[in-house]
Nanobody, 120 residues
């Protein structure tokens, strides 16, 4: 099984920055894809950004240039650097990891979510 530990959330004033981290551990062979999603109050969960093992990234258009996703394959950790935060960015942020096991199956795991609050 794969376990995810998220960290880095909290409260920040508008214009501030936060860096989220998500570390994967447990039983897996590879992690082809890691990503961050967010879910605001009363809203559906949506993709923020994702990154492949080789570093190819995908962003939702509204986050391009403001958020940066990266990963450290040696640490099985994905990061989300968030700059210029606005109140609209307030949400629970979820890490999602797509891993492979010894049978060659793809296994999708979600983190518990971490709250980011942007307010003055």
């Amino acid at each position: 099984q794969v376990q995810l530990v998220e960290s880095g959330g909290g409260w920040v004033q508008p214009g501030g920055s936060l860096r989220l981290s998500c570390a994967a551990s447990g039983s897996f062979v590879t992690i082809p894809n890691m990503g961050w999603y967010r879910q605001g109050s009363g809203k559906q969960r949506e993709l923020v950004a994702s990154i492949t093992r080789r570093g190819m990234t995908d962003y939702v258009d509204s986050m391009k240039g403001r958020f940066t996703i990266s990963r450290d394959n040696a640490k099985n950790t994905v990061y989300l650097q968030m700059n210029g935060l606005k109140p609209d960015h307030t949400a629970n942020y979820y890490c999602k990891v797509l891993s492979t096991n010894r049978r060659g199956d793809y296994v999708e795991v979600w983190g518990q979510g971490i709250l980011v609050t942007v307010s003055s």
